[in-house]
């Protein structure tokens, strides 16, 4: 097993992530040009994590993302469904509370956490409504949902080049830095048949979230969504 089909199966998916787990970190470096370290700076400002706070890092995978809100004091919770991610996570961060778990099926009960948050990870998920009534079900009332996706950007002849780039270049440099450039071909299919902003937007009201919001990162190649559940 190589790489998903954009069926996303999940124990397809999940199989990828496995091969890619041990340099999964260093190759989302390169090919983001480096902007996966700022876009996770901007996720830790809009979760705003504090003391004592329970937070669930969804599709966490070796628990990078999961990092800023440890430091802010809260206990996070990082959860994946890659055996593989999780396993290179543990070694990393033994202290930390790895569970196993999917998305649409989540290990945890009701109105558990005071923040949700999924980065690049909701593409891979093969009900994105189920996904998001579970991320629902399992937050404090009052409590928020933040999810850092790749989206389209928002000006016309970038998007043009950015959609160029991911089909041919992106390929080409996985297979110099990644342990499995196939795999990087469905992160770029996956990527262009993802919905835009406002269509992730209407799918978070649908799910039950109140107040939801984007911000475009660099361009939109980015965005940043962000939602309530009702107290």
Not at 157 to 164: K, S
Request: aromatic share 10%.
């Amino acid at each position: 097993m190589t790489r998903a089909s954009l069926e996303k199966q999940p124990h397809e998916v999940a199989e990828m992530f496995d091969d890619v787990a041990e340099k999964y970190d260093l190759t989302n470096d390169v090919l983001s040009l480096g902007q996966a370290r700022l876009w996770r700076k901007e996720v830790a400002k809009a979760v705003d994590a504090r003391p004592a706070q329970k937070i669930l890092d969804l599709a966490a995978g070796t628990a990078t993302s999961s990092q800023p809100f440890v430091q802010a004091g809260a206990y996070v919770v990082p959860c994946d469904f890659s055996l593989g991610m999780l396993s290179v996570g543990k070694q990393r961060h033994p202290h930390m509370p790895f569970t196993a778990g999917d998305a649409t099926r989540l290990p945890f009960a009701d109105d558990s956490f005071d923040a949700v948050t999924i980065s690049f990870g909701l593409r891979n998920v093969q009900e994105t409504d189920q996904a998001l009534r579970e991320l629902y079900r399992v937050t404090k009332p009052g409590g928020r949902v933040v999810i850092c996706e790749f989206s389209q950007p928002t000006w016309a002849p970038f998007r043009t080049v950015y959609t160029e780039y991911l089909m041919r270049a992106l390929p080409p440099v996985a297979r110099a830095v990644s342990s499995n450039p196939d795999a990087y071909v469905y992160l770029a299919e996956s990527i262009r048949e993802w919905p835009d902003q406002p269509a992730l937007a209407s799918l978070l009201q649908s799910a039950g979230w109140s107040k939801v919001a984007w911000r475009n990162l660099t361009g939109g190649i980015v965005a940043l969504h962000r939602g309530f559940k009702s107290a």
